[in-house]
């Protein structure tokens, strides 16, 4: 599986301690930066991420900014993506059964060290969407996104 992972300079630290926990776990990661903690502006990450996934580049897709939202307000504006901020394991678990959230975003400055981190994500990664009535949900989003 290919991750392709991004933030903004006050998710950098994050998101290098997190690629590095991927790598060990066995993923592959397209890291679309930045590469620094210089300031730079979330929504290029966040829209180069969002289409890294939705091309099939990647078959998920991780964002880390200050608090989460800024990233997935923008990932969500890409074609196919389905970004959902997390700030539990919980949220994360539920937003792959319920949602098939194809990219998780969260914040760096929210609390959220890397343990939460690793714990969101493995619990993101090891559950399956669970369709049934949540795929009449998730279709009619996409019917929206589609143009109906």
């Known amino acids: 599986m290919i991750i392709a992972i991004g933030s903004d300079h006050r998710g950098f630290n994050l998101k290098e301690s997190l690629k590095t926990w991927l790598h060990l776990q066995g993923y592959e990661t ?9 300031s730079v502006d979330y929504s290029d990450f966040a829209l180069d991420v969002g ?3 939705a091309d099939g ?49 969260f914040g760096a400055d929210t609390g959220i060290d890397v343990k939460l981190a690793q714990d ?3 619990a993101w990664l090891k559950h399956d969407f669970e369709a ?3 795929l009449r949900r998730v ?6 996104e589609n143009g109906y």
């Open 51 to 53: 289409k890294t996934v």
């Open 132 to 134: 049934g009535r949540h």
């Open 30 to 38: 397209i890291d679309l930066g930045t590469d620094s903690e210089e």
């Open 57 to 105: 580049k990647a078959n998920l897709g991780i964002l880390i900014c200050g608090t989460g939202i800024g990233m997935s307000i923008a990932a969500n504006k890409v074609k196919d993506i389905r970004a959902a901020r997390v700030c539990t394991v919980r949220d994360a678990e539920m937003s792959k059964r319920h949602n098939n959230a194809n990219l998780l975003c």
């Open 120 to 122: 969101m994500i493995f």
């Open 139 to 144: 279709d009619k989003i996409t019917s929206y």
